[in-house]
């Protein structure tokens, strides 16, 4: 391989790895952080849910929560301070509890009935120093799950609460959230509850050009890419609806193109030749947002905002 191209590769690596801590985003991060934090001090741990579509960043918060407080190992035991597990598929009590007894490093998690599944998980949380249990991907749990079925999952949930008497936050789409519809009981344990929504260049548009900013700055190039000059803004937002996995999507492989081309910044042909690629079968638009002249981008958005 040649040289330029590790070049390439560190820096596609350190794209790939910008993460932005935008207003909306920190908040979120602090409420996780008050439920791991403030729970031992309350007589019933403070519980949270996060819930957004798919690509606003919600397994993207996760981990910027959890690399605060990474697992360590000591000569006799391992601490997990914050314990991540997804909900599996097929999606069932006992895999749940499997897939946490697997996250604290647990042999055999599969083995045994739920209960003893269960006892050796409060055990292990216990042994392990767990402060904070977060369930990404919980709709599986409950979509498309009759109301019995719903409430089943809310008693395994809340008695593995009370037993471990450690916070849980519940993170996925927002069919995740019928579990606390369905469960006064369970509702109350969950005073804080969050949604994540796409960034809307219209009603807010200095978030997004905040936000542009912020990610053109991590970007590794030697010239401005200009995200944030006259109409870009605009053609970023119709070209990836606000959502933040489309918009990485976009500038990851532009960002790709111009250090191929080895060119100073990003241009705009890069990236409407990304949307063409990438984008461009899902947004299914009239025209590709970075082709167009500026008036006609004018128009578009004129007509966006008129039947709002
Ligand atoms: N704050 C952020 N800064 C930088 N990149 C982000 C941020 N939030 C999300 N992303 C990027 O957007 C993409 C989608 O994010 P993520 O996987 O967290 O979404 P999600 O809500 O968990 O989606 P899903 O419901 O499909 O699992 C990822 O590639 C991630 O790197
Ligand atoms: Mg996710």
């Known amino acids: 391989m040649s040289r330029?191209?590790?070049?390439?590769?560190?820096?596609?690596?350190?794209?790939?790895?910008?993460?932005?801590?935008?207003?909306?985003?920190n908040s979120i991060l602090r409420d996780m952080e008050r439920c791991l934090s403030e729970s031992a001090d309350m007589?019933?741990?403070?519980?949270?849910?996060?819930?957004?579509?798919?690509?606003?960043?919600?397994?993207?918060?996760?981990?910027?929560?959890?690399?605060?407080?990474?697992?360590?190992?000591?000569?006799?035991?391992?601490?997990?301070?914050?314990?991540?597990?997804?909900?599996?598929?097929?999606?069932?009590?006992?895999?749940?509890?499997?897939?946490?007894?697997?996250g604290l490093g647990?042999?055999?998690?599969?083995?045994?009935?739920?209960?003893?599944?269960?006892?050796?998980?409060?055990?292990?949380?216990?042994?392990?120093?767990?402060?904070?249990?977060?369930?990404?991907?919980?709709?599986?749990?409950?979509?498309?799950?009759?109301?019995q079925r719903i409430e089943?999952?809310?008693?395994a949930l809340k008695t593995l609460i009370n037993h471990?008497?450690?916070?849980?936050?519940?993170?996925?789409?927002?069919?995740?959230?019928?579990?606390?519809?369905?469960s006064p009981q369970l509702s109350g344990r969950f005073p804080i509850r969050r949604e994540i929504i796409p960034f809307n260049w219209l009603d807010r548009p200095l978030d997004f050009e905040r936000l542009l900013e912020c990610f053109e700055k991590s970007l590794p190039?030697?010239?401005?890419?200009?995200?944030?000059?006259?109409?870009i803004p605009a053609r970023f937002f119709l070209?990836?609806?606000?959502n933040f996995r489309a918009f990485v999507t976009l500038v990851r492989d532009a960002s790709r193109s111009a250090l191929l081309q080895d060119c100073a910044c990003i241009e705009r042909e890069q990236l409407a030749c990304s949307y063409d690629k990438l984008l461009a079968k899902n947004r299914r638009l009239r025209a590709n947002p970075f082709r167009e002249t500026d008036k006609a981008i004018e128009h578009w958005v004129t007509n966006l905002k008129e039947p709002r």
């Open 106 to 147: 647990a042999p055999f998690p599969e083995k045994g009935t739920i209960e003893y599944k269960r006892r050796r998980l409060i055990e292990l949380l216990a042994r392990c120093q767990t402060l904070l249990v977060i369930l990404d991907e919980f709709q599986h749990l409950v979509e498309r799950g009759t109301r």
């Open 4 to 25: 330029s191209y590790d070049d390439i590769r560190a820096k596609l690596r350190l794209i790939n790895e910008i993460c932005v801590h935008y207003p909306a985003f």
């Open 43 to 102: 007589a019933e741990p403070l519980c949270m849910m996060v819930t957004g579509d798919t690509g606003v960043g919600k397994s993207t918060l996760i981990s910027a929560l959890y690399k605060t407080r990474p697992p360590s190992t000591t000569s006799d035991r391992v601490e997990v301070p914050i314990l991540v597990a997804e909900v599996p598929l097929p999606a069932t009590i006992g895999g749940l509890i499997a897939a946490l007894l697997a």
């Open 221 to 231: 190039f030697e010239k401005s890419s200009g995200f944030t000059d006259e109409s």
């Open 164 to 182: 471990s008497r450690i916070p849980f936050v519940l993170v996925g789409m927002p069919a995740a959230r019928s579990v606390l519809e369905y």
């Open 239 to 242: 070209a990836t609806g606000g």
């Open 152 to 155: 089943t999952v809310a008693d």
